[in-house]
């Protein structure tokens, strides 16, 4: 008799499904026998100027060390973090990418007696790490394609441990201001931890920067996560970190595997952090791109939600799916969001100027077909 080895996970894992990332470009290439050089991804915000110089020069000098484990809790980087914001490094846990300090704080702070919220159409790692330790999600209604933050806050009981919290969010583009954010925190009960997920925070107004690491020092129920892998260019290192009080922080590294951070992301992390330029002109690419974009899609007549990220989800209608094939055809990548409750919109990511015009053109002959199979049936 063979074994359904389905009924010997943990229940939460048996409901889960596999993270969905975009599709990577060598295997479109390989289904459709396209030139790789001439494909434009587009699917999973990732940063299109290519690495920082002084992250490449710090990589390659890290290379020498393969041998060598990495250093466990990251003196350098969290050095580095601490002095550009302003924090203790007993303040800072680092992560194999923003998804893994998610799943730090989950595993920390909630199990199967406890209530996770978080908001429709938001990060999908958020349902995926509650359900994996078997808590009970909770799922709060958006408000305009965003989060309901007063809400979410009424959504509290005695068994609420965690509350995820997007800003900006993925994969809508909304943001709340700092404002309704820090009046949503002095709601939230203090034995209720609340993650603040900022991976886009970059691509705010500079003054926005560091006023939620402020907040960490009237808010200790509060985490702020963030990521190297969006405006600082260094997606296919995974760094993620987040900041917290220093008993909070205490936590998070007994779960913290050892070594969670190679030496090379290590090395190229901390570099980064040196150039301003590089991130500067992220988000002068990033501005102008969304510009770009949503004047090509006012064009086209299509609605499209406003976006503080380096992407913006555009709405197609129920042809969503054949028009993302046609956009494969062509030779272009972005990302169907049906699996976040979002299946007539495609979210695409800003890219480099003939990047977008590309995806643009694309996608008018794309929504060309669709129009045209519709008026044929």
Request: hydrophobic share 45%.
């Amino acid at each position: 008799m063979s074994i359904d080895y389905q009924t010997l996970a943990v229940e939460g894992v048996q409901g889960l499904m596999p993270y969905q990332p975009g599709k990577p470009i060598d295997e479109l290439a390989r289904e459709l026998g396209l030139d790789p050089a001439g494909i434009v991804k587009l699917a999973s915000n990732e940063n299109p100027l290519g690495p920082s110089s002084l992250a490449l020069s710090a990589a390659q000098k890290a290379l020498g060390d393969l041998c060598r484990y990495p250093d466990g809790n990251g003196f350098a980087l969290k050095a580095k973090l601490s002095q550009k914001l302003g924090l203790k490094p007993a303040q800072v846990t680092l992560g194999n990418g923003s998804n893994d300090i998610l799943e730090i704080i989950a595993r920390s702070f909630a199990d199967n007696t406890a209530e996770i919220i978080y908001s429709q159409y938001a990060f999908a790692v958020y349902p995926l790490v509650t359900r994996a330790i078997g808590a009970k999600g909770v799922e709060v209604p958006a408000r305009d394609w965003g989060h309901d933050l007063s809400a979410m806050a009424s959504a509290v009981t005695d068994k609420t441990r965690l509350i995820f919290v997007a800003n900006p969010n993925n994969p809508t583009g909304t943001a709340h201001s700092l404002e309704a954010v820090e009046r949503f925190l002095a709601s939230v009960p203090e034995r209720v931890i609340v993650v603040l997920d900022e991976a886009y925070c970059e691509y705010l107004d500079v003054s926005d920067y560091y006023t939620s690491i402020q907040w960490l020092n009237h808010y200790p129920n509060l985490i702020v996560s963030r990521t190297f892998s969006k405006a600082w260019g260094l997606a296919g290192l995974r760094v993620g970190y987040c900041l917290a009080s220093a008993a909070v922080t205490d936590i998070l590294n007994r779960v913290r595997q050892p070594f969670n951070v190679d030496s090379i992301a290590l090395a190229a992390a901390t570099a980064v952090l040196d150039d301003e330029d590089y991130l500067a002109r992220s988000r002068q690419v990033n501005a102008s791109g969304l510009k770009q974009l949503a004047a090509g899609l006012e064009a086209l007549g299509l609605r499209y939600i406003p976006s503080s990220g380096n992407f913006i989800a555009v709405e197609v209608g129920p042809e969503a799916p054949a028009v993302f094939e046609r956009l494969l055809a062509q030779g272009v990548i972005v990302r169907p969001i049906a699996g976040y409750g979002m299946p007539e919109h495609l979210r695409v990511s800003v890219g480099l100027p003939a990047e977008n015009q590309r995806f643009l053109d694309a996608l008018s002959k794309a929504l060309h077909g669709s129009r045209q199979d519709s008026a044929n049936g």
